[in-house]
């Protein structure tokens, strides 16, 4: 609850941002109607505000258009809105709406992949000064971007992949048999930019890597090509700001070996979700470990999926993070953090407490610099 300027109690207004020009556009409607359908109405009023793929922002969308799923059209009761940042208050509304009935105390973005999780939004909402879920615009870009994750990780000592990248320019001279040599076969091609395994494609014969490449550029004008690790695929939630928590480890076990976009959220067989992971405990302590190592190496605050695998050695191999971690039906962090305890609804606002707690703590920083000699 949060008081008013009569005094009174009222409910906190959240703004539900959703959808974007992102790829993961239709994921992201998804995960915006779970996180609507867990949150607390008693202590919260959610705001509906959509981004269609024109990149058109829609505020007050109903959540019958929400519940339709596929993409966000323009229409219905949802206005045209845009940010409107003012000195003492934090404002989100719609064009043309007095800003006292578009004040938001706080923005829970649920915008999977470019334009969204890479630091572009949370950009504007630091700019705008709207508390906000998730990370930060440095560690939302780190995270986002898969070959600067990964020369950090790797400088931090943490195990990752050994990977190669190719841009758009290098593919006519691209040395396929130098790849080959060095990363052999299988191999995994993914945009660097992307998440939901989006344009990624695993390449089990030297025919197959360059449609791959193709296929990747299609998404991003730098990709990367992975040494496929054998292993069990695990992940960890983790929650938090300046002391992060690990949850405990889940497993997948996608049905042709490869965890796709269709398998991650949209078809409930298309993976078996193992919660907790059949793993050792000195694996399982090892995994959450770099989690919350990985979470504090690239800067993130609020929440984190972080993806790895377990070799058959019993070394913990880090695949990658993602800072908006899905959050449909049958998405890896709720269900994680549901089976260590904490449901759904506490979850919700336990994130929304993080980002206001955030954001409390930024404004006490000096913007000015005073000289005392």
């Not at 090892?286 to 929440?303: H, K, S």
């Not at 971690?325 to 759904?344: D, N």
């Amino acid at each position: 609850m949060h008081d008013s300027k009569d005094g009174s109690q009222r409910k906190l207004r959240v703004g539900i941002l959703f959808g974007g020009k992102s790829a993961e556009h239709e994921v992201s409607l998804q995960s915006a109607k779970n996180v609507l359908h867990a949150l607390d109405t008693e202590k919260f009023e959610p705001v509906l505000i959509g981004i269609d793929k024109a990149g058109r922002w829609q505020f007050n969308v109903s959540q019958k258009s929400l519940e339709a799923g596929g993409e966000l059209a323009l229409g219905g009761s949802a206005t045209p809105a845009g940010l409107m940042p003012a000195d003492t208050e934090q404002y989100m509304g719609a064009v043309n709406q007095p800003l006292a009935d578009a004040a938001l105390d706080v923005v829970f973005p649920v915008l999977h992949g470019t334009m969204g999780e890479d630091g572009s939004i949370q950009g504007l909402l630091e700019l705008a000064s709207i508390p906000y879920v998730g990370a930060g615009i440095l560690s939302s870009a780190v995270g986002m971007d898969k070959d600067i994750m990964k020369r950090l990780l790797r400088d931090a000592g943490i195990a990752v992949a050994d990977y190669a990248v190719v841009r758009t320019a290098d593919l006519p001279d691209m040395e396929l048999e130098e790849l080959l040599e060095r990363l052999g076969l299988p191999l995994f091609v993914k945009p660097a930019n992307m998440g939901s395994s989006v344009g990624v494609s695993k390449v089990a014969t030297r025919g197959e890597l360059v449609p791959a490449v193709r296929e990747a550029l299609l998404f991003d004008t730098k990709v990367l090509i992975e040494r496929a690790i054998l292993g069990d695929e695990i992940e960890c939630a983790v929650l938090g700001n300046e002391d992060p928590q690990a949850s405990i480890i889940g497993r997948i076990i996608p049905p042709d070996g490869f965890y796709n976009y269709a398998a991650k959220y949209i078809d409930e067989q298309g993976a078996t979700l193992e919660i907790p992971a059949a793993i050792t405990p000195m694996v399982g302590e090892n995994a959450r470990r770099l989690a919350v190592q990985t979470f504090e190496v690239l800067g993130c605050e609020g929440m984190a999926r972080v993806d790895m695998f377990a070799a058959p050695d019993g070394q913990v191999i880090v695949n990658e993070i993602n800072t908006i971690p899905g959050f449909t039906k049958i998405s890896m962090y709720p269900k994680l953090w549901e089976a260590s305890g904490v449901p759904y609804t506490e979850l919700i606002t336990r994130l929304l407490g993080l980002a206001i707690e955030r954001f409390n703590r930024r404004q006490q920083l000096q913007t000015t610099y005073k000289d005392h000699l």
